[in-house]
């Protein structure tokens, strides 16, 4: 389906967010996973930016995705099919569930919430069963490779918030206001916590000892880095001016690393920061968010969606084959769903 825009009578463009693709995604096969009524969440939007974090996960047989649903004023984690239209269950009963992914048994599932104002990390059961271990403080968090460790971030200092990932620094007429955060471990067999380096949303690597994440730039934008436990190296991978790269993942080949970013840039935001003249952001509602790949090694960035509505929170398949995400695509309403996309860069 094409994508059409209609003409209000003061001429501006009103766009359908019924459209499922639009001309620049051609080539690229998109299915529904769910439909408007599942109350699935979208970015999480305040003045000054988005929230990042993980709403969207896949199970390592590649049966079921968990995503974060909205229903009766809180947010917990369902659980559905990766078949289009499956059924959902909901496996948590908490208030402000912003995160959760699979172990990679698919045996349990790690989130976070916010309770108390409080940023806090929790264990589950993926199959069954109510009980919730309280691994830390702190949100973002992801498994590493064998489960042994469970990989966070804490707020350390800037603005300050409570929920999962930052807002967004911004520029006052005095000094650029820039949230910091930091990457914790949490050792499951020692009980031990370990502090590595600046960063948020960590993703541990399966074939080394090392880690992505999202670091904040001077500007308050967001940048994908790799830490290498081994060698103390911190990589750039991604930056550029005026754009805000979040959530990263990367495929299970280890080659390319999934982000969301802001469709435009904002590089003229950026100038005006220098000056230390206004407030800006680099994604708002005015700024639609969209899917975004790149190599290992920071070559070959690609955009992979460019829909008017809200693309955000991408999840490899466990074959790297698909990207899931949540979008508005596809809905009269602009109501956000769990997506599917082949993935055919090579």
Not at 264 to 290: L, M, R, W
Request: proline fraction near 3%; aromatic fraction near 12%.
């Amino acid at each position: 389906m094409i994508a059409v825009a209609t003409v209000t009578a003061a001429g501006a463009k009103k766009f359908k967010w019924s459209s499922i693709n639009v001309p620049e995604e051609g080539g690229i096969s998109f299915v529904q996973i769910t439909r408007d009524g599942s109350n699935v969440c979208g970015p999480q939007f305040s003045m000054a930016g988005w929230y990042t974090g993980r709403g969207l996960s896949v199970s390592p047989d590649g049966s079921k995705i968990t995503y974060i649903g909205y229903k009766n004023k809180t947010r917990n984690v369902y659980v559905t099919g990766t078949g289009a239209a499956g059924s959902s269950v909901q496996r948590t009963f908490r208030a402000k569930v912003n995160t959760a992914c699979f172990s990679y048994d698919g045996k349990e599932l790690l989130f976070s919430e916010v309770r108390d104002n409080t940023d806090l990390v929790n264990i589950t059961s993926a199959e069954g069963g109510n009980i919730i271990n309280q691994v830390s403080t702190g949100g973002a968090p992801s498994f590493n490779a064998d489960g042994t460790k469970v990989f966070f971030s804490r707020f350390e200092s800037g603005s300050g918030s409570s929920g999962f990932g930052r807002i967004m620094g911004k520029v006052s007429k005095k000094m650029l206001t820039v949230d910091t955060y930091s990457v914790w471990s949490y050792d499951r067999t020692t009980n031990q916590l370990t502090n590595y380096a600046n960063g948020n949303n960590p993703q541990p690597l399966r074939d080394r000892n090392a880690f992505i994440c999202e670091r904040t730039s001077e500007y308050g934008y967001g940048e994908i880095w790799l830490v290498d436990l081994d060698n103390g190296t911190e990589s750039l991978i991604l930056s550029e001016p005026g754009k805000n790269f979040t959530t990263p993942s990367v495929s299970p080949d280890g080659q390319w690393i999934v982000v969301m970013a802001n469709s435009s840039s904002n590089a003229k935001n950026v100038a005006a920061g220098n000056k230390k003249t206004k407030v800006f952001s680099y994604s708002d509602k005015k700024q639609n968010t969209d899917i975004f790949v790149v190599k290992m090694d920071g070559t070959q960035l690609t955009q992979l969606t460019y829909h008017k509505g809200n693309d955000c929170q991408p999840a490899w398949s466990p074959d790297g084959k698909y990207i899931y995400f949540v979008s508005q695509r596809g809905s009269q309403t602009g109501d956000y769903n769990v997506w599917r996309m082949d993935f055919t860069l090579r």
